[in-house]
């Protein structure tokens, strides 16, 4: 077995582990390993054959990581997460809102929620309401 054979393997376990851990770290030491095994192949000596795999995975970090992690979490940037995520969403009331009453409860996602009327009104069972605030656990609705 010649030595572009285990930069080539090395290589292959790093994109294997980078499918586990997805955070495209692991991917740019295989972009180095990579390098190394075309450097082997080339009849690079030993040295030769680490500076490349340095070289590739230092700008593999520096530039293709942050591109490969743009573009695969776009969707995850300033989205709402927890509690905050549940402003401007539809719910619809499972239980009659009265603020004489204190009482008065909301389904958003099938997920049971303290409710109160932002105007204070009385909301009725069934309505479809907006999210429009998130105090502690309890949201603050209007009608649609």
């Known amino acids: 077995m010649e030595i572009w054979h285990i930069w080539v393997i090395v290589a292959l376990v790093l994109v ?4 586990f ?4 770290a692991v991917l740019c030491l295989a972009f180095g390993a990579g390098a190394a095994a075309i450097a082997a192949a080339c009849s690079a000596e030993l040295t030769g054959q680490l ?6 995975t230092l700008i593999s970090f520096v530039l293709v990581r942050p591109m490969l992690l743009k573009f695969f979490r776009k969707g995850r940037a300033g989205r709402e997460s927890g509690t905050a995520a549940l402003k401007g969403r539809e719910a619809v ?9 204190n009482t008065g409860r909301v389904a958003v996602d099938g997920d049971d929620w303290k409710a109160v009327s932002a105007d204070g009104s009385v909301i009725e069972k069934g309505t479809r309401v907006t999210v429009l605030e998130v105090d502690s656990v309890i949201l603050k609705v209007t009608s649609k």
């Not at 294997?16 to 499918?19: L, N, R, Y």
């Not at 851990?21 to 495209?24: A, E, I, L, R, V």
């Not at 500076?51 to 590739?56: D, E, K, L, N």
Request: glycine fraction near 4%; avoid cysteine; charge should be negative.
């Open 16 to 19: 294997v582990v980078e499918i």
């Open 21 to 24: 851990t997805q955070g495209f």
């Open 51 to 56: 500076i490349w795999f340095s070289v590739v």
């Open 93 to 101: 009331v499972s239980e009659r809102i009265s603020v004489a009453d």
